[in-house]
């Protein structure tokens, strides 16, 4: 009778046990959030503007002087996403896309700044640099949203 009774306790451990397993998840990187993935994108519309609107100038009239507001603007915009990053738990890849970014904007207007221009060959390629950065951004979020089953924010933030 006490060989059944630990056998029945056992048995009910091992149930509860597995229960318990089974309802547990690991996460191992941020959950998904939507106004995340709008501003990736709206950062990446006015980086590629502004090389649109650079390349739609003629190269004798790139002066560095022309493009440091926008230049500031966009940094300011890019140091946002570094840190909107940088505050989310298990968000380090993503942070590291943006830390990216940043980098490349710092560098792109130092030289901007010491040449007092940019060749249409340096502005297209820039431009696709900058889509490839924003894209693998972009996707990243995304890709949160598929590994979080069931869950789902708004644009404004909102768990639903």
Not at 37 to 45: D, H, M, N, Q, S
Request: aromatic letters at 8%; charged letters at 30%.
């Amino acid at each position: 009778m006490k060989q059944n009774a630990l056998k029945r306790t056992l048995f009910a451990l091992l149930v509860i046990a597995s229960l318990t397993i089974c309802a547990c998840t690991v996460h191992y990187v941020a959950d998904y959030d939507a106004s995340m993935k709008e501003e990736v994108i709206e950062v990446a519309k006015e980086v590629d503007q502004f090389w649109g609107a650079l390349l739609d100038t003629d190269a004798s009239s790139r002066k560095y002087e022309f493009y440091k507001k926008e230049y500031n603007e966009i940094e300011t915009d890019i140091r946002g996403l570094v840190l909107r990053n940088e505050i989310r738990p298990m968000n380090k890849e993503t942070t590291r896309q943006a830390q990216i970014a940043l980098e490349l904007w710092c560098e792109d207007r130092r030289i901007h700044k010491k040449n007092d221009t940019f060749s249409d060959f340096e502005a297209k390629s820039h431009r696709k640099q900058y889509l490839r950065v924003f894209t693998a951004m972009a996707k990243g979020e995304e890709a949160k949203n598929i590994s979080t089953p069931n869950v789902s924010v708004s644009p404004k933030g909102e768990t639903k």
